[in-house]
């Protein structure tokens, strides 16, 4: 018997996520994501088929150069419209009361100290089963929302993360020791003082005193995923994330990718399995190999060029999109040379178009056959070094449905999905190893670290200057 | 047959919000805030007696000097621990179906852009019952833990809150016209790019580009509270609110403040009635008068003197206590005159301690009596103007069941309470004029406005110098 996969469900609160064009077919109900039921009712199925976690992702604005049409955009439904998945978590939390439940948020869009209390308010409401996606990087549009002049320079934006994690590590893991909280009515004593602290953070960006106002949740920290891909955006991970999310093309890239970020997470005095890696995948599936190809090219007709052309941002200057049958050796844009070598190792019979790097994106992710076939291929991901799937849909609810009825069972049988859920909290039940972070975790060194801290931010400041390696 | 009035519950995602002290009583619920079924379980009672709302306040970091000792708040549970109440109110969202949802938001706290996009996904999620209340003012804490160097000066915190609610207004109001989602599966249009509107706002502290990225909800903006009530406090109520509570000692108090407000609104295009007055108010409700007068003692027995002082600032300079028997004349404080002179009005036997002032304070807003008794109350302070009321608990959720049992089949049968509740969203239903804002108000002049605005930075900014009063 094999070891259990993770498995989450990668949406979004907007209608075209990943898998653009799909919301046109009949039975997609995305459409209606500004319907708290639509998330419910997933909420319900996914529970039901022991999934993991719902795992929303997130952008703070639009896609594409801000000066630029966002025409395209609207009429794919792509990102936008799109809604808060933070404030949505306690809706769902009220309705299951088993699976995960991660939220996006990005540095830019909320101050740390807020962040921090409706994410400890959500542990709170959910009894330890949120989990924070840290996200760093943010489209031109998404820096002129939040009063950036600009994008703001990547190794900056990674500086940024630190200081912004690091508010949260202290507010979440050091403001609150263990057993403040008393609820003696008999005494009225409802709290120990001597058991708050402030934090007295201060650095570059931020100047915060504390105390954090929730007491301890079960989690404290929630569970950190992150996804960078860049040399500093591997090294945050590496030393922050308790998982991270690939879209690797195939199982010996994911390989590698894994490897190397594992080797960072051990140069850190992590463990190697101290970080949980889940792929990005999508799901034909039929009774018969036939089947599962006819129901491909059914996928493949629903297809919008235009959307996939935008999520990658192959668009002229004026944000429109080329004709779909535009070759891609007459494109004229950065990404178009790499893109065309791509193209050209899957299609050797003519000059690959943009229709053509529509249909390959969309098939990058996509696993197709049987359900004994699919277990298979998710095996050899699984030797690669995967923990987890992100299972990307073609139609909300229908293709998680599909998964749990026609895929679940048979990687079931083989060990290969959960049964039943383990006990306890998203982090117990993703490592085993209790609620809280590990002792190797950097958030680790912030408990009780301010017990015997600092009484005023004069003596805070002082202690500072003295040893400004140290909190 | 009266008019009815309205009833909100006011209340904290906290321990102790108001009347200090009465967490300790062995039915005291709201020791369990933490434990979201608390609150579920209060919507559900409040629900059932058709209360309008359920009224969250909040703070944004702890009473008192910041340098100074925080052990009483801790001890009486004093608004900390607390919990986000906005990201609470998606899990109440749907586990009701009719009553409104108010959540307190300072602007010092959220982002504008991210604040908004908040508050319309729970519009969507609440089906249009969603309020904000708009909190400018801060304790010095609040101001330290989002890295102000010290308390903002009240005139220019209102010219921040101007700011603040600017950007909300042209999010919400103008950023998508009417009409824009088209979810059109056939044509593959998911909405009208045309009617989605980047706004260019540019303020002191706000450069914001939009759109807005959640399409309208029911209500676009939620209905607005204020309750600030220093003079830029109350012209920014007179402009901008739809619904402000007050804490008056008397109806005649309340008379006057309210027809000061009302005739600013008037000053500022409004009509008189479009804002609705709650005054807050805890009731003992008795069978009889005596008992009645006996359950009052049994409150004042509950009451913590150092809650109450605390709440009110009445600490020497290092955060304590002062003992409760010290005498009003004894104290050195800035509050002390005052006090002793409303102290001395209520008690003439002897000089008024400290202890006579946290009993006065829980006095205050206190009716007693039977049922009827209470409802000839309420009726004086209807004819004083105000519109509702909002129910400060004793306890949690007794003191609502008890209100919802005793008083409110009094009220209804004199027509001063609802039934049934009326169609459609919290807007509609406070104010049967729709589902938005009224054309009087300052944000519907952004209806319509960037439809046919700029159409990048440069042209924004060139637009301002040439009329800056416009948007």
Redesign the interface.
Same mark, same amino acid.
């Given at each position: 018997m094999g070891k259990p996969l993770h498995f989450n469900a990668f949406v979004m609160?907007t $209608?075209?996520h990943i898998q653009h064009?799909q919301?046109?077919?009949?039975d997609?109900g995305q459409?209606e994501f /500004?319907?708290?039921n639509t998330w419910?009712n997933l909420a319900k199925i996914l529970e039901k088929a022991k999934f993991d976690a719902m795992f929303f992702a997130d952008?703070?604005? +639009?896609y594409g150069d $801000?000066?630029a049409?966002?025409?395209v955009?609207?009429?794919?439904?792509l990102q936008?419209?799109? &809604?808060?998945p933070?404030?949505?978590?306690?809706?769902l939390?009220?309705?299951t009361t088993q699976i995960g439940l991660a939220t996006t948020s990005n540095i830019v869009? &909320?101050?740390p100290?807020?962040f921090a209390?409706?994410v400890?308010?959500?542990d709170? %409401?959910s009894n330890g089963r949120i989990a924070w996606n840290v996200v760093t990087g943010i489209n031109e549009?998404a820096s002129?929302?939040?009063?950036l002049p600009a994008l703001t320079d990547h190794t900056e934006r990674y500086a940024w993360a630190d200081e912004y994690i690091d508010v949260t590590y202290k507010l979440w893991e050091g403001s609150w020791d263990e057993g403040?909280?008393l609820?003696d009515?008999?005494n009225?004593?409802?709290?120990?003082?001597s058991k %708050?602290n402030k934090i007295y953070h201060q650095s570059k960006r931020?100047?915060?005193?504390?105390?954090h +106002?929730?007491?301890p949740?079960k989690q404290r920290t929630p569970v950190l995923f992150q996804a960078g891909s860049s040399a500093s955006g591997r090294d945050f991970a590496a030393r922050n994330a308790e998982a991270t999310f690939i879209i690797a093309p195939t199982p010996d890239v994911a390989k590698e990718l894994i490897a190397e970020t594992r080797r960072l997470a051990v140069s850190h005095g992590r463990r190697a399995e101290d970080i949980k890696f889940f792929q990005g995948l999508s799901f034909v599936i039929g009774d018969t190999e036939e089947e599962a190809r006819e129901k491909s090219k059914h996928y493949d007709e629903f297809i919008?060029v235009d959307g996939y052309l935008a999520h990658m941002a192959i668009l002229d200057r004026t944000g429109r999109v080329y004709p779909k049958e535009t070759k891609l050796k007459d494109l004229d844009t950065n990404t178009s040379k790499g893109m065309a070598e791509w193209a050209g190792k899957h299609i050797t019979d003519r000059e690959p178009t943009l229709e053509d790097v529509a249909t390959l994106q969309s098939h990058s992710t996509r696993l197709e056959g049987t359900p004994e076939q699919i277990a298979d291929q998710l095996e050899t991901w699984q030797a690669a070094g995967v923990d987890g799937i992100n299972v990307i849909n073609w139609v909300i609810p229908g293709s998680f449905q599909e998964f749990a009825d026609k895929v679940l069972p048979v990687l079931r049988a083989r060990g290969l999905a959960q049964s039943e859920y383990s006990e306890g909290t998203l982090r117990q039940k993703l490592f085993g190893d209790g609620d809280l972070l590990n002792e190797r975790h950097p958030a680790a060194r912030y408990r009780g670290a301010f017990t015997q801290g600092p009484? /005023?931010?004069e003596e805070a400041d002082a202690l500072r200057a003295k040893a400004p390696a140290t909190v």
């Open positions: 609160n $209608t075209s064009g919301w046109r077919r009949p997609a459409t /500004n319907d708290v419910i952008v703070s604005g +639009l $801000t000066e049409d966002y025409d955009y609207a009429h794919e439904g936008i419209p799109s &809604n808060d933070t404030v949505l978590l306690g809706a939390a009220v309705h869009q &909320n101050h100290f807020n209390r409706q400890s308010t959500l709170h %409401i549009n002129r929302n939040y009063g403040a909280l609820k009515k008999k009225g004593r409802y709290a120990d003082p %708050i931020y100047r915060v005193e504390g105390p +106002l929730p007491s949740s919008s009484s /005023n931010w």
